[in-house]
């Protein structure tokens, strides 16, 4: 070989090496290497947008990755569902999941997802239910609302969000004796605090949380579960009433285990940075830890409740 071509082909060689170094460190990139997509199944303002928000500069920290919230409402989060649902299962989408809704928004209908079938990274916070009426109703203690509904059946308005929230009210009017006409609100909470709030429905119902946030527009008559709230001052609780509401974070089924455990692990920062703690307990939630397999059980446990 002569001297030309002898430097040609080392050239060459040395370009192969290159290449085949940049294509393997590629393939081998350590998890996560670009930003993460993040969905919000309900509009802003509610329960799952405050969820990310409050998680997204931990979880960005402890991946050293942008997390890119988006909404993709509709379908009481059947929309966002389905958009994780048909994501690609690579760690780089996951959405915020709510428990029992995901279960009660898939129960007796083919709505083209299947709940136990996510990659459950973790459980973060949760609320008990209440029942709520704008400031300065008529109705000043649950005994007033109670004995308008049976003195008009079916004429008091109660809004929700979607068939959860028709699923969740129906047990407390179970309790209560009463009959009222329920408001199925799409999209979550923030679009039904509104209608609460400018008196357009008699009362609305969802998780405490909510009656905290916006405890200056409307005033809470009962929460849910067998003690009172710290948050919530001299409002009674119904011990009968079992409604409660999870918020959480899920990939798509089929996400590699070692992926979501390393989501799960920043999940578990995120919520242990003490202004993430504080937000929690001035909104009147209970803070949550889980490991991937307990997300999983809890998911489990709510699909057997409800298949009843």
Do not use: C
């Amino acid at each position: 070989m002569n001297r030309k071509n002898y430097l040609r082909g080392g050239i060459l060689g040395v370009v192969a090496a290159s290449i085949f170094a940049v294509t393997a460190g590629g393939a081998n990139a350590e998890y996560p290497d670009k930003p993460i997509t993040f969905i919000v199944p309900y509009s802003p303002g509610g329960g799952s947008d405050q969820q990310a928000r409050r998680l997204q500069p931990g979880l960005e920290k402890a991946l050293g990755v942008k997390i890119r919230i988006v909404y993709k409402t509709g379908g009481g989060g059947a929309v966002g569902f389905n958009e994780l649902w048909r994501s690609k299962a690579d760690g780089y989408t996951i959405s915020n999941v709510v428990v029992p809704n995901i279960v009660i928004s898939a129960k007796g209908k083919d709505v083209g997802f299947k709940p136990g079938e996510f990659a459950y990274i973790g459980m973060t916070a949760r609320a008990v239910g209440a029942l709520m009426v704008p400031k300065g109703s008529k109705y000043k203690s649950l005994g007033d609302f109670v004995t308008a509904a049976k003195a008009n059946p079916g004429k008091l308005t109660v809004a929700g969000v979607g068939s959860t929230g028709a699923a969740n009210f129906a047990e407390l009017a179970d309790i209560l004796g009463i009959k009222t006409a329920y408001v199925p609100v799409s999209g979550g909470v923030g679009k039904m605090m509104p209608m609460l709030q400018g008196n357009h429905v008699d009362a609305g119902m969802t998780a405490s949380s909510h009656a905290v946030k916006h405890r200056a527009t409307v005033d809470t008559l009962v929460i849910a579960g067998p003690a009172t709230s710290g948050a919530l001052p001299g409002v009674p609780n119904e011990s009968g009433w079992t409604y409660i509401t999870t918020w959480g974070v899920m990939a798509p089924p089929g996400t590699p285990a070692d992926r979501v455990a390393i989501l799960n692990a920043a999940l578990n920062k995120a919520t242990a940075d003490a202004k993430v703690r504080d937000l929690v307990t001035k909104n009147g939630l209970l803070q949550m830890r889980q490991t991937p397999a307990e997300a999983k059980a809890y998911v489990e446990a709510t699909i057997k409740k409800f298949s009843k």
